[in-house]
């Protein structure tokens, strides 16, 4: 279950448990609904100028929309789920992970594939540099791995003693940070490979996040806090307040807050000078993904109950943002979630079939 906006944020994609991709209009609440995928979609990803949208599903296919027509492109060679899709920054290529252990980079207009293959177990989770040049990679086989995106070459970075959950770029695109089932974040030098560990964190960590400006990482996982990092220093910050372990974590567009995600069926907003547990939004089941709109003025929450919340980020009031009122939220918005029957007790719900 995933769900993304588009750049110009007056489209919201969601993938649910019917293997359907659906395309909401914001403003009027009106959908659309792509069928073609035959197992769960696990990721989807707008293009950078949003006419298309890639969709990674557990039947080893990724499928490409044309958001105006409904048409699709199947792109197949993985022999086993596809975990991530991402596009890169000029939208001329597209990656996806595999169960399999491959990574394949695409030609989003012509369909033609490349596989990158020197990861030796599943890989889990890509990141494109900001320059687009260079692709990370993480998984089973405990290595990160950057690849030249126009030759195919990679180096590993070695460091790591358990699964590698993500990888994360920092603005600049001079670090890759990387989390792992051994309860390290690893800061890596991309030009040297050089490694910097940040060690805190007691269980399996399961996220990592850089803030905007690139001073501070954020990191979460199984022993239910959150460690804000300045890199630096090395030295951490520890949010208390979760029940169960944290599954994402991300910064607002101008650093100041943190939204995390858990198993305690919690959406959390924090203050990321103070530590402070600012706001709270609440499910009925396990929440694993939470994020701010680019502009800053909403948070959407998604949870295995098939339920995306969409809140105004005003601290002081928490309003319920009914669909009318959306407009003046969204614009900008590139990344968040909804479901599709209305619930008076959620701001604006609708659920995934």
Do not use: C
Request: hydrophobic share 40%.
């Amino acid at each position: 279950m995933h769900a993304v906006f588009s750049p110009d944020g007056q489209t919201l994609a969601t993938a649910g448990r019917d293997n359907a991709v659906r395309i909401w209009d914001v403003l009027s609440g009106r959908p659309r609904e792509f069928k073609g995928h035959g197992e769960l979609i696990y990721r989807l990803a707008f293009s950078p100028d949003g006419r298309k949208l890639a969709s990674a599903s557990w039947d080893k296919t990724v499928r490409l929309w044309d958001i105006r027509t409904g048409a699709s492109q199947v792109l197949t060679g993985h022999e086993n789920a596809v975990w991530d899709v991402a596009f890169s920054p000029s939208g001329d290529k597209l990656a996806s992970a595999s169960v399999d252990g491959t990574i394949r980079l695409w030609d989003p207009n012509s369909g033609s594939g490349q596989i990158l293959r020197r990861h030796e177990g599943e890989v889990h989770t890509i990141a494109f540099s900001p320059d687009g040049r260079l692709l990370a990679s993480g998984g089973m086989d405990k290595v990160v791995r950057l690849w030249d995106v126009q030759s195919g070459a990679s180096r590993s970075l070695e460091g790591h003693s358990g699964f590698v959950t993500k990888v994360a770029f920092s603005p600049t695109g001079n670090l890759v940070a990387s989390s792992s089932f051994d309860h390290k974040v690893i800061l890596w030098d991309v030009n040297s490979g050089k490694a910097r560990v940040l060690a805190g964190h007691t269980d399996r960590v399961r996220t990592v996040a850089f803030s905007p400006d690139g001073k501070r990482v954020a990191s979460a996982g199984e022993d239910k806090t959150i460690r804000i990092w300045t890199v630096l220093s090395g030295e951490s910050q520890v949010l208390l307040g979760h029940k169960d372990l944290i599954f994402h974590v991300s910064f607002s567009p101008d650093g100041t807050l943190l939204a995390s995600a858990a198993g305690d069926n919690s959406a959390r907003i924090w203050e990321v000078s103070t530590g402070l547990n600012l706001d709270l939004v609440r499910h009925q089941s396990v929440v694993r993904h939470a994020a701010f709109s680019p502009n800053g003025q909403l948070l959407t929450s998604v949870s295995t109950d098939g339920i995306v919340q969409l809140w105004p980020v005003n601290l002081a009031t928490r309003v319920p943002v009914e669909l009318a009122d959306l407009r003046r939220w969204f614009q900008g918005a590139t990344s968040a979630t909804i479901t599709s029957e209305k619930d008076s007790s959620h701001p604006l719900t609708q659920r995934l079939q």
